[in-house]
């Protein structure tokens, strides 16, 4: 069992930073894909960003050259830095840790909200 628990959001302007954390409770946490999902009101889930165990990452366009995925493997913790935000980027966003369709965990959800 994997507990995921984010942390960082809130309420900000447009162009503005935020950086999302999320802490792993298993020191297993360096063998597993790490992402960041979102969910808008009304629409589907989307994937955000992945990072590999091994550090690779991928971005979804509507993210690619403003987001940023990290991973500390000291200390259990994958980090997505949001700039140059957008109201479209308003959603409840999830931590996820996978390594195979047995093992796969999300963490709670929480609110960006991007409005002036």
């Known amino acids: 069992q994997v507990q995921l628990v984010e942390s960082g959001g809130g309420l900000v302007q447009p162009g503005g930073s935020l950086r999302l954390s999320c802490a792993a409770s298993r020191s297993i946490f360096r063998f597993y894909d790490m992402g960041w999902y979102r969910q808008a009101p009304g629409k589907q889930r989307e994937l955000v960003a992945t990072?590999?165990?091994?550090?690779?990452?991928n971005y979804a366009d509507s993210v690619q050259g403003r987001f940023i995925i990290s991973r500390d493997n000291a200390k259990n913790t994958v980090f997505l830095q949001m700039n140059s935000l957008k109201p479209e980027d308003t959603a409840v966003y999830y931590c996820?840790?996978?390594?195979?369709?047995?093992?796969?965990?999300w963490g709670q959800g929480i609110q960006v909200t991007v409005s002036s």
């Open positions: 996820n840790a996978h390594y195979s369709s047995a093992l796969d965990y």
């Open positions: 990072i590999t165990s091994g550090g690779s990452t």
